[in-house]
């Protein structure tokens, strides 16, 4: 796990790399917490081309947060969130290789179970490492508008569902989701869960971004 310092130290950098997101970038920083510490349901929106998707992914991956990245556009359907989430998740905290790729993650309810055994590994491991306390899991949903848009055209998008695994599994999950659109837009599917959003307006150092 990183101190506190390690912590600042990336914020410095990122801020650096991204001299046009300091406010961003301070916020998401201290909605990230430490490595153990809870995260609300965040939420990132803005144009296209401003930079939303390389500032979190960098900036979690620095941070060295147990992280699976999902594109709604490549995941084009509920199954496949699941399943890259399932993959992904359980990579930070392998048993073996073949187990994970056996498993099948079809369902909601399947990608669940799977939470809920890598909750109870990450217990067993902390445990074994005389560590009190797990570290926040972290799913970020880029362009999640393409899953919740399934809702409106007869299919099976369960939003809210998905936001509440981390109560239902035991395990310590956050979600970013990153948006061209508002939450307005997602409102209706999100269980009456509420996020904090962080803006990304256009700016003249989107082109370099």
């Not at 709604?72 to 399943?83: D, I, N």
Request: net charge neutral; with cysteine.
């Amino acid at each position: 796990m990183e101190e506190v310092g390690g912590g600042l130290a990336v914020l410095k950098q990122k801020q650096q790399e991204w001299p046009g997101r300091t406010g961003q970038l301070q916020l998401l920083s201290g909605l990230l917490g430490g490595p153990e510490d809870p995260c609300p349901l965040l939420f990132v929106y803005g144009p296209p081309g401003t930079g939303k998707t390389g500032l979190v992914r960098r900036f979690l991956k620095r941070l060295q947060r147990p992280l699976a990245y999902v594109s709604c556009l490549e995941s084009h359907c509920p199954r496949l969130v699941y399943e890259a989430s399932h993959l992904q998740l359980h990579a930070t905290c392998p048993v073996s290789e073949n187990a994970i790729d056996q498993k099948r993650v079809e369902r909601l309810g399947d990608l669940e179970s799977s939470l809920r055994e890598l909750a109870e590994r990450r217990r067993r491991r902390a445990t074994a490492e005389g560590n009190a306390a797990t570290p926040t899991h972290y799913v970020i949903l880029d362009g999640v508008e393409r899953l919740a848009s399934k809702a409106s055209t007869g299919g099976t998008a369960p939003l809210g569902a998905l936001l509440r695994l981390g109560e239902l599994s035991g395990l310590k999950l956050a979600f970013g989701l990153i948006s061209q659109q508002p939450w307005e837009s997602f409102r209706c599917n999100s269980c009456g869960m509420e996020p904090v959003s962080i803006f990304f307006e256009r700016s003249q150092d989107d082109d370099a971004v």
